[in-house]
């Protein structure tokens, strides 16, 4: 029994030890390396002097790091919980397809979240493009005054917010459509019986058994959106960078355009416990209102 005890403890090491090997070299000795260099005034490459919680200090004197924070909180506002509510409703309305026609209707949704952000960008530059978009063309038609959609400050965030809801909510789809049908057919059968409205069956029914996949999709959507940086890069081109400063976009700003891996690397690491932060805050704080009486 012992030496049984003692090989599936050796088999089960001997099957992990690739992961952990991958896990350590990947993520662990990375994250390592970062937060010792925030602590450097070290360049992008290269070692540098220890300079203590200096990189830390000058963050909140950096007016950029400050509009980058603001920008990041204002583009979380909104895509995470009107992304959801979207995706809920197309959830709900490809629920009552049936057949080749609900796959079809479904296939639609999720085919933008397949695609790389640089088509998603060439997508929608040729639609709100000033010049020459499609969309501006239609402004034309109705008299209306053309929009520089990703050249000016107040619209920018919203556009980007509006293209990155269509591009990721196929899988947000996916998931609550999941949940929808694990929610067995009875109850509905018993509520219906009782001459529930379709208001009430969601209130009563389905929203509450689709508590869990919402608080997994508004978990899953915050810590993508606090990382936003490619479609801000890709529309910022041409356009003002600095006005449309995000954490990830601060972060590549200092290490490869000015070349201080030190504060990059602060950045990084502050962004890195935030992200660890919120995200844990948010899911007990969904699970706790799961668990309330209603």
Known sequence: MLRNSRTEILVALVLI????????????????????????????????????????????????????????????????????????????????????????????FFLPYILPVSVVYLIWDWTLNFQFGIAMHV??????????????????????????IWWTAGFSILLFLAGLRAIPAEIYEAASLDNATRWTTFRRITWPLLWPITSLVVTIQLILQLKIFDQVYLFSIGGRPN??????????????????????????????????????????????TERRPR
């Open 17 to 108: 030890a690739p992961f952990v090997a991958i896990y350590l070299l990947v993520f662990v000795y990375p994250t390592a390396q970062m937060f010792r260099i925030s602590f450097t005034d070290a360049p992008l490459i290269g070692d540098g002097k220890w300079v203590g919680l200096a990189n830390y200090l000058k963050l909140g004197k950096d007016p950029l790091f400050r509009r980058a924070a603001w920008n990041t909180a204002y583009f979380v506002l909104m895509t995470v919980v009107p992304g959801t509510v979207i995706a809920m409703l197309v959830a709900l309305g490809v629920s009552r397809l049936k057949g080749r026609f609900q796959s079809m209707v479904l296939a639609l």
């Open 243 to 288: 006005d449309n400063m995000v954490f990830v976009y601060y972060i590549f700003h200092r290490a490869f355009e000015q070349n201080q891996g030190g504060r990059a690397a602060a950045v990084a690491v502050t962004l890195f416990v935030l992200v660890v932060v919120v995200s844990v805050l948010q899911f007990q704080l969904l699970r706790l």
């Open 139 to 164: 402004l034309d038609w109705l008299g209306i005054a053309r929009v520089p959609v990703f050249k000016s400050r107040e619209w920018f965030l919203p556009a980007v917010a509006m293209v990155t």
